[in-house]
């Protein structure tokens, strides 16, 4: 029986000396073949006075269920505790052990497999088909861990970044991450200005005086926020948005100018199909060697697509110009060209005319993302990830469960 016991418990890797294992067997259940193990819970001595001067009263049978490396082949542990009587207090118990807890068949090893499974890109059915656990399961082990982020209003972090992402029900929530250590500060439920002058109104004066910057899209009211909330912080906004705004504004140019052409027009296939090169960096196009396009029926480089397709419309070549001097502003980081930039008189299209006005209106923001070494990359690539969570999963209808998962995927 002692050579049954310890290989059961080595194999299983149990190391509770209150447990015995006698027999192991196949048996099915419901059409699946389970290996069972049997084990008794022996009671050392009683859990209230610690007296071992007690009386055996009978046994509890419960199946727990274990791990295994074969999900087709599940493991459960019959396991028989002992129910005693203490003479010295007359209290009654039942052996207990850290193989499972009270009132539950799901071991503690099961749990511990679920929770890092927890942690990779799987939905939470794979993860109880692999455990033999149910989907309920899973879900309450993912409840037990918590979902807050920033616990006190004593502190906040001297860099921050803002953003927001969709999630239950469509809706936008706010998040905000440390732009240093790259750590959640908070995730609420909303992004409406009342909710966040709330949230960020209950830290001390004194961690709100420490925040430096915070790096922001180009959304308005963050900025009234920031103000409101942060008086030593200066705004940055992200130059990725920049960029963003300024090629969009170009694209849309390029499409107006297209659509003046008949589609059988070189014009027309010269500014269709080759689309991205018009976004690229002049510098990084090639210039060498011409390839043969079945589109306008001609070898040409890069270089010479770009600039035949922008000779068509004036405002075109501006705004592809405009497009070019930012790119080699941004990165000399040369906030005296970016300011030159935005009072250009050149004529560059309705469009790209608007972005450089919002540029304008929030020029002090937009020179300090051309020389801060923060942005809002890394909080981008945080909300791709927040995606894929809720893509695997279908979506989510409840907010602290999506938070939990966040905070056990990603963190």
Same mark, same amino acid.
């Given at each position: 029986?002692?050579?049954?016991?310890?290989?059961?418990?080595?194999?299983?890797?149990?190391?509770?000396?209150?447990?015995?294992?006698?027999?192991?067997?196949?048996?099915?259940?419901?059409?699946?073949?389970?290996?069972?193990?049997?084990?008794?819970?022996?009671?050392?001595?009683?859990?209230?006075?610690?007296?071992?001067?007690?009386?055996?009263?009978?046994?509890?049978?419960?199946?727990?269920?274990?791990?295994?490396?074969?999900?087709?082949?599940?493991?459960?542990?019959?396991?028989?505790?002992?129910?005693?009587?203490?003479?010295?207090?007359?209290?009654?118990?039942?052996?207990?052990?850290?193989?499972?807890?009270?009132?539950?068949?799901?071991?503690?090893?099961?749990? &511990?497999?679920?929770?890092?499974? =927890?942690?990779?890109?799987?939905?939470?059915? +794979?993860? *109880? @088909?692999?455990?033999?656990?149910? /989907?309920?399961?899973?879900?309450?082990?993912?409840?037990?861990?918590?979902?807050?982020?920033?616990?006190?209003?004593?502190?906040?972090?001297?860099?921050?970044?803002?953003?927001?992402?969709?999630?239950?029900?469509?809706?936008?929530?706010?998040?905000?991450?440390?732009?240093?250590?790259?750590?959640?500060?908070?995730?609420?439920?909303? &992004?409406?200005?009342?909710?966040? =002058?709330?949230?960020?109104?209950?830290?001390? +004066?004194? *961690? @709100?005086?420490?925040?430096?910057? /915070?790096?922001?899209?180009?959304?308005?009211?963050?900025?009234?926020?920031?103000?409101?909330?942060?008086?030593?912080?200066?705004?940055?906004?992200?130059?990725?948005?920049?960029?963003?705004?300024?090629?969009?504004?170009?694209?849309?140019?390029?499409?107006?100018?297209?659509?003046?052409?008949?589609?059988?027009?070189?014009?027309?296939?010269?500014?269709?199909?080759?689309?991205?090169?018009?976004?690229?960096?002049?510098?990084?196009?090639?210039?060498?060697?011409?390839?043969?396009?079945?589109?306008?029926?001609?070898?040409?480089?890069?270089?010479?697509?770009?600039?035949?397709?922008?000779?068509?419309?004036?405002?075109?070549?501006?705004?592809?110009?405009?497009?070019?001097?930012?790119?080699?502003?941004?990165?000399?980081?040369?906030?005296?060209?970016?300011?030159?930039?935005?009072?250009?008189?050149?004529?560059?299209?309705?469009?790209?005319?608007?972005?450089?006005?919002?540029?304008?209106?929030?020029?002090?923001?937009?020179?300090?993302?051309?020389?801060?070494?923060?942005?809002?990359?890394?909080?981008?690539?945080?909300?791709?990830?927040?995606?894929?969570?809720?893509?695997?999963?279908?979506?989510?209808?409840?907010?602290?469960?999506?938070?939990?998962?966040?905070?056990?995927?990603?963190?």
């Amino acid at each position: 029986m002692s050579s049954i016991n310890d290989c059961i418990k080595f194999d299983l890797d149990i190391k509770d000396k209150n447990i015995f294992f006698y027999d192991n067997f196949y048996k099915f259940f419901n059409g699946v073949q389970y290996k069972v193990y049997e084990a008794l819970l022996k009671q050392p001595a009683c859990p209230f006075c610690g007296s071992l001067n007690f009386i055996k009263t009978g046994r509890l049978k419960t199946h727990v269920r274990y791990i295994t490396a074969d999900a087709s082949r599940p493991i459960v542990i019959r396991l028989f505790k002992q129910r005693i009587l203490c003479r010295d207090c007359q209290r009654r118990s039942i052996a207990q052990s850290d193989l499972v807890d009270k009132h539950c068949c799901i071991s503690n090893a099961s749990k &511990r497999k679920v929770l890092s499974a =927890l942690t990779e890109d799987r939905s939470m059915t +794979s993860i *109880a @088909r692999e455990n033999n656990v149910s /989907v309920n399961t899973v879900q309450r082990v993912l409840a037990s861990c918590s979902h807050r982020f920033l616990d006190g209003y004593d502190y906040l972090p001297e860099y921050l970044a803002f953003d927001e992402f969709k999630g239950v029900d469509r809706t936008l929530h706010f998040i905000c991450l440390d732009a240093d250590s790259h750590t959640v500060v908070q995730i609420l439920r909303t &992004r409406y200005k009342s909710v966040l =002058l709330k949230y960020f109104g209950k830290f001390s +004066s004194q *961690a @709100r005086m420490a925040v430096k910057t /915070v790096s922001m899209d180009l959304n308005f009211y963050y900025q009234d926020i920031v103000r409101a909330c942060f008086p030593n912080a200066r705004i940055v906004i992200d130059r990725f948005h920049i960029v963003q705004m300024l090629a969009r504004s170009l694209n849309s140019l390029r499409v107006q100018v297209m659509k003046q052409y008949e589609k059988s027009s070189r014009e027309y296939k010269l500014l269709k199909s080759p689309w991205k090169l018009y976004l690229k960096k002049f510098r990084d196009l090639e210039k060498l060697h011409p390839v043969y396009n079945w589109h306008y029926k001609d070898c040409l480089t890069q270089e010479q697509i770009v600039m035949e397709g922008i000779a068509c419309n004036e405002e075109l070549e501006n705004s592809y110009n405009l497009l070019q001097d930012f790119f080699e502003a941004i990165d000399n980081h040369d906030t005296a060209k970016v300011e030159e930039l935005l009072y250009s008189k050149l004529p560059v299209g309705n469009l790209m005319h608007k972005t450089l006005l919002t540029f304008r209106r929030n020029k002090a923001a937009v020179l300090n993302g051309i020389t801060s070494t923060y942005s809002n990359g890394y909080l981008e690539g945080f909300n791709r990830k927040i995606k894929q969570i809720e893509r695997t999963a279908y979506g989510y209808s409840n907010f602290i469960s999506l938070l939990t998962r966040i905070r056990v995927s990603v963190i």
